[in-house]
């Protein structure tokens, strides 16, 4: 059995493009894999967060996760900060980690040369990759499920637990980076051409996992299309019906092409009031269990387990690193 491992920041409640494109395919995952599941808060605080709200998203994320279909009994939900041991190695492969490397990582460039450049941002900003890679080493991860934009992160993971294995002991699995090829990509309901994302200034962009019906309804109506009139897919030309169908077939189970024919002859309103609805009934249920959980102890009482389960593994990990690069003392035995 493999481990996969997955973190995912809480800023701000998943989009339905979140769902499909990911958090569907780790409730498959988790049936024949033995899946880690993280909540990196303290990648949040490499910029501004107002604390209560920081909190509120750190929980929030937990309940959908779990409301989603991950199991606790076949996963370990937990959250970063409650296991210290993701801190203390993420200093150790600072340690190994070159300026010029963390400085040429895209996320890194890109926020440093806004605003007044290197002098207004975090030094987390420039070290975090070290963290996220002390993140997936500390549970031998055979596997990191990615987006385009973290590939850039995983190969540093990768050459950081390599430099350390060479330079000390052979004590990390190296990683796979594997870009998920199943798994719908979702666009913005407003800009089709861009990927639907959380932190879309336009709120008629995205659908958040929390959003009720009506809103749903709206968005969806309100979505771009064009004037042509036909519920045909095509990327290139017809962006907008085309990022609908994907979103219907992706809720429904129903193909692309069984979409077409049912909506041929017929205009946008009814296939745009008909995506809403499979929306809806996806989300529903989700919707429900997450507000049974959001306020129990039974979801205090999972994470607590996860980060004991989590923390147990990390630290069988962080001794062994600990031990080969020279830290600490070796006791004398009585």
Not at 157 to 185: H, M, S, Y
Not at 212 to 226: F, G, H, L, R
Request: hydrophobic fraction near 35%.
């Amino acid at each position: 059995m493999k481990t996969i491992f997955s973190g995912i920041q809480p800023s701000g409640t998943l989009t339905l493009g979140n769902y499909l494109g990911a958090l569907k395919q780790f409730v498959e995952l988790q049936e024949d894999h033995d899946c880690y599941f993280c909540i990196v808060d303290e990648h949040a605080i490499t910029v501004p967060q107002d604390r209560l709200e920081l909190r509120n998203n750190i929980k929030s994320l937990a309940a959908l996760y779990l409301a989603s279909g991950i199991d606790p009994e076949k996963s370990t939900l937990f959250i970063q900060s409650e296991v210290p041991a993701h801190t203390q190695l993420g200093w150790m492969l600072q340690s190994i980690s070159y300026i010029g490397e963390l400085e040429r990582m895209t996320q890194f460039k890109d926020k440093s040369s806004k605003s007044s450049g290197k002098e207004a941002v975090s030094a987390g900003l420039l070290t975090y990759p070290p963290l996220m890679a002390s993140d997936i080493l500390l549970y031998n991860t055979d596997i990191v499920p990615v987006g385009e934009d973290q590939k850039q992160h995983l190969e540093l993971t990768r050459n950081l637990a390599q430099r350390f294995n060479n330079k000390f002991n052979d004590i990390f699995t190296i990683p796979e980076v594997r870009i998920p090829k199943v798994g719908a990509r979702i666009m913005s309901l407003q800009e089709p051409t861009k990927k639907m994302s959380k932190s879309d200034e336009n709120q008629k962009g995205f659908i958040s996992m929390l959003d009720e019906p009506k809103k749903i309804e709206k968005k969806i109506k309100s979505a771009v299309t064009d004037s042509e009139g036909i519920v045909k897919y095509d990327k290139e030309n017809k962006p907008g019906i085309s990022n609908l169908l994907t979103i219907y077939s992706s809720c429904t189970g129903e193909s692309v092409q069984e979409l077409e024919a049912k909506y041929e002859g017929k205009g946008y309103g009814d296939f745009k009031q008909d995506t809403a609805n499979a929306v809806i009934q996806l989300l529903e249920p989700i919707q429900q269990k997450y507000h049974d959980l959001i306020n129990s102890a039974e979801l205090d009482d999972i994470l607590d387990e996860g980060a004991d389960k989590a923390a147990y593994t990390a630290n069988k990990t962080l001794r062994k690193a600990k031990k080969a690069m020279g830290l600490g003392r070796v006791k004398k035995k009585k």
